[in-house]
């Protein structure tokens, strides 16, 4: 995921992350892994917005901010 996440990020285009799976892993291990992929968008190199989308309304959100190039 790295290699992709770092290419999208270079290429400066919009990504959509899915983190799928999540009952087969542990609460903690989640956080950390969700906590660390925030860190990684919101870094200077690449200055996302991380937007956690639960329900349609919220992806319905989320791709009406892709146009604002963040």
């Known amino acids: 995921m790295r ?5 999208a990020l270079y290429q400066q285009i919009p990504i959509f ?3 799928t799976k999540i009952d087969c892993c542990r609460p ?14 919101k870094s200077p190199g690449s200055k ?4 956690m989308v639960r329900d349609e309304s919220d992806a319905v959100d989320a791709a009406s901010k892709m146009s604002d190039d963040r």
């Open 48 to 51: 996302k917005i991380p937007l």
């Open 3 to 7: 290699e992709q996440l770092g290419v």
């Open 17 to 19: 992350v899915v983190v």
């Open 28 to 41: 903690a291990v989640l956080e950390k892994n969700i906590t660390h992929l925030e860190h990684v968008l």
